[in-house]
C-alpha cells in the first residue's frame, strides 16, 4: 500500500511538472516586439564643406583690404584683411555647441598686428580675443553662424625690424572647431 501511494505521489508530481514547464514555455514563446528608434542627424558644413567626420580643412579665404599704397593681394603695415567661417548645421536634429579656438603664435612678435571677432549674428558668446562659442538650437530657424576674423596692420616705426622678418613669408592663422551635442548645460 505505501508502495502505491508513493507511486501515485510521484505519478501525480510529474504530471503537475509537465504543465508547469508547458504552460511556462506558452508564455515565454508568445511574447514579440519590434521597436525603431529615430536618431537624431548631426552634420556641420564649415564654408560648405562637410566637416562631420573630418579632422582638418584649410580655409584660403583670405579678402585683402587693398589701398593705394601696397599691391593688390599683398599684406603690409598699413592695410589688414578678413576671412570668414560659416558654421553651418542645416541638415542637424540636435542642438550643438561649437567652440572655435585661434591659435594665432605667429603674431606674437608683431604686436601691431592683430584679429579681430565680429559675429554677423550677433547671437553667439565671445570667450575672450581668440576662442568664440556657439550654440545653434535644434529648433532655431537659422542654423548657422557667420564670424568674421579681421586682421589689422598698423604701421608703426618701432616694429620695422620685426616687420621685415615676415617679407616673403606666409602668416598662418590656425582654428581648432570643436562641436559636440548641446545639452542646455
Not at 511556462?24 to 562631420?52: C, H, R
Not at 599704397?69 to 558654421?87: E, K, M, Q
Request: net charge negative.
Amino acid at each position: 500500500m505505501k508502495r502505491r501511494i508513493v507511486f501515485i505521489a510521484v505519478f501525480m508530481l510529474c504530471i503537475t511538472m509537465i504543465f508547469i514547464v508547458k504552460s511556462y514555455a506558452l508564455f515565454e514563446t508568445n511574447g514579440e516586439a519590434t521597436n525603431e528608434l529615430a536618431i537624431g542627424k548631426w552634420t556641420i558644413y564649415i564654408n560648405d564643406a562637410n566637416v562631420t567626420f573630418s579632422d582638418t580643412i584649410d580655409l584660403n579665404y583670405f579678402t585683402y583690404h587693398e589701398n593705394d599704397h601696397v599691391r593688390p593681394g599683398y599684406l603690409a603695415p598699413g592695410t589688414g584683411g578678413d576671412f570668414s567661417i560659416i558654421l553651418d548645421a542645416r541638415d542637424t536634429e540636435v542642438s550643438m555647441i561649437c567652440n572655435l579656438e585661434m591659435d594665432d603664435e605667429e603674431l606674437d612678435d608683431h604686436p601691431n598686428m592683430w584679429v579681430d571677432i565680429k559675429d554677423a549674428s550677433k547671437t553667439n558668446l565671445l570667450d575672450d580675443e581668440k576662442n568664440y562659442q556657439v550654440i545653434i538650437n535644434h529648433d532655431d530657424t537659422v542654423k548657422y553662424s557667420h564670424i568674421t576674423y579681421e586682421l589689422h596692420w598698423t604701421n608703426n616705426q618701432v616694429n620695422d625690424e620685426a616687420d621685415t622678418h615676415l617679407i616673403g613669408q606666409n602668416i598662418n592663422i590656425n582654428f581648432d572647431v570643436h562641436c559636440e551635442q548641446y545639452l542646455g548645460e
